[in-house]
């Protein structure tokens, strides 16, 4: 017997609706070159419908792609609602790839008109003769140069804006419709497409609203630093918008003391953002100690790989700001579980809780996970056995956009995330590492996730990755590479690690050097150390 239920479908625009009828006069606080950019939700949505008939004019039909290569600025968030309400694609591309993957991507996507931000029209001059699709590009802000050598014109927002229609119906879509696409970052070859969907969009921010720590609501204040080219900036402007909660946008080329300026501004309770930038922010503050207010802030979400457990202590210690983590990837919208304490653990002692606070948490609702190992058979939930995590969620991808190698990522309707974890019995998951960084020295596993966590919470130490070196006689040994705020010596450190750790698991070999190499998404880049130290 089928229902009798509406199969009323899930869309971005319904989203959009509900901020503009109940929260019109919420705002977005959005730094620009010359200050802030401070507009109403309501606003939003008649930019929004603005540049739709922009893009339309422009010739962008329902399926057509539109790239944008942009900060966290205003005119950026106003395409995640202009291009998937007129049923178009949004493909936000990651600035910091390389040109050749950025070539790549913007010719597998078949993009057709390109959103850009002024500091990046010298890389399309650079790829001027690999734009094969794209009939336009619209400069987002600044003066549009009058020479250049691109192929195809290039519009000034500001002008095509002043001169479209505030009125756009947007359409009813299927919910299952694309509405925005990413490509991924940290593999070896092309990165792979990802393609959401308006239905996958609009569970996923549900997801972000229902948990407990984050759990994203109207009354808080919200700074996205996590960038809006990377993973729908983790599909927090979605829920902020679906719930009418005040965000902060820290716009172009943003440096650590502009983080602290902002806050102070803006007064957000909440920043979002990857752990390098937890660290950059508490080191200005360190270096300016006073300057700045940031008594407003009470949580920061910190992602894109474990917070030290040192930088969470720091956080409550000096500030009362509790630092929270999510675990999840551009596969899987990205979210798929967030910490926070159940009933049961609310009674704990401070240690215990930053034990908690060390893993990552839960599933979200509608999350389904298991563990296998190497045979793909389900590993138990006790805290201790690891195995890949597998999931299942409306949120997670079937399969890569148009590429031969999506096979491999599946095993019977589950998504392998490639990471290693174990699972507590109450639905706690620790990540040990990628599969790829696992240490496996004469036979034992070793985690260089938990190395690096017991290294950074080391007072001398400011940052730490560890890696595997081949070794003649136990195959592989760990190397840490430390980033040192003081001397350091490595007796000291391997006493440090002897506390926490079985001996095996102590690097033979500390390289202290000036920087870690950072990736594209701002995390510790481990292929390159290996490529350049090993
Ligand atoms: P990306 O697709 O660039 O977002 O990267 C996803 C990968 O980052 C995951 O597969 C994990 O290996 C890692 N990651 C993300 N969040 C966390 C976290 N909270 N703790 C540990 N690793 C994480």
Redesign the pocket.
């Known amino acids: 017997m089928q229902s009798l239920m509406m199969d009323a479908p899930l869309q971005i625009k319904t989203m959009l609706w509900r901020a503009e009828h109940l929260y019109g006069h919420k705002e977005v606080i959005a730094r620009t070159d010359d200050g802030f950019d401070t507009f109403t939700l309501a606003e939003l949505g008649r930019r929004a419908r603005r540049l739709s008939n922009v893009l339309t004019d422009l010739g962008v039909r329902r399926g057509d792609r539109v790239g944008t290569l942009a900060w966290n600025t205003a005119e950026h968030l106003v395409s995640y609602y202009a291009v998937p309400c007129m049923g178009a694609v949004l493909h936000t591309i990651n600035t910091r790839l390389s040109d050749e993957q950025i070539a790549y991507i913007i010719a597998h996507a078949e993009d057709t008109v390109l959103l850009v931000s002024k500091d990046q029209l010298p890389l399309l001059e650079r790829l001027r003769d690999r734009l094969a699709n794209v009939r336009a590009i619209i400069q987002l802000n600044g003066v549009v140069p009058t020479e250049g050598t691109l192929p195809v014109p290039v519009h000034s927002y500001a002008d095509l804006m002043a001169a479209a229609p505030e009125a756009y119906e947007y359409p009813d879509l299927d919910e299952n419709t694309a509405a925005s696409m990413c490509y ?3 593999t070896t070859g092309d990165p792979k497409g990802v393609v959401y969907s308006h239905r996958s969009t609009v569970l996923h921010a549900l997801g972000l609203c229902t948990t407990g720590t984050i759990g994203v609501s109207e009354a808080e204040r919200y700074m996205l630093v996590t960038p809006l080219s ?2 729908n900036s983790w599909g927090m402007p979605f829920a902020c918008v679906l719930q009418g909660a005040t965000i902060v946008l820290p716009g172009d080329h943003p440096v650590d003391t502009d983080y602290l300026a902002i806050i102070d501004h803006a007064k957000p309770t909440v920043l979002v953002g990857a ?1 390098t930038v937890g660290m950059l922010v508490r080191r200005a503050l360190e270096q300016y100690p006073g300057k700045y207010d940031i008594s407003s802030l009470h949580t920061l979400w ?6 030290p457990i040192g930088e969470m202590k720091w956080w409550k210690q000096h500030h009362d700001i509790h630092v929270t ?7 899987a919208s ?1 979210v798929l ?1 967030f ?1 926070g304490l159940t009933t049961a653990n609310q009674h704990l002692d401070d240690e215990a809780r930053f034990e908690i606070f060390g893993s ?1 948490g839960q599933p979200l609702p509608l999350v389904e996970l298991k563990l296998v190992d190497d045979d793909e058979r389900e590993v138990p939930w006790d805290g201790t056995t690891p195995g890949e995590v597998l999931v299942r969620a409306p949120w997670v991808i079937r399969d890569y956009y148009d590429d031969p190698r999506s096979a491999a990522s599946f095993m019977d309707g589950w998504f392998r ?3 290693i974890a174990t699972m507590t019995s109450d639905g706690y998951l620790t ?1 040990v590492d ?1 599969a790829k960084d696992l240490i496996k020295s004469g036979g034992e596993w070793i985690s260089s ?1 938990a190395l690096e966590n017991a290294l950074i919470g080391h007072p001398k130490i400011v940052e730490a990755s560890v890696i595997s070196a081949p070794d003649p006689k136990w195959i592989e040994r760990p190397v840490a590479f430390i980033v040192v705020a003081e001397e350091v010596s490595v007796d000291e450190l391997k006493a440090h690690l002897k506390e926490r750790f079985p001996s095996f698991w102590v690097p033979d070999r500390f390289e202290v050097i000036d920087e870690l190499p950072k ?1 594209s ?1 701002g ?1 510790f880049d481990k292929k390159l150390l290996r490529s350049e130290f090993l």
């Open positions: 991924t970052s940290g990377h993973v752990v910190l992602g894109g790989q474990a917070p983590q999510a675990w999840g990837m551009t596969e990205p579980t910490c990552q995330t490639g990471d990540i990628r996730v990736t998404v995390k």
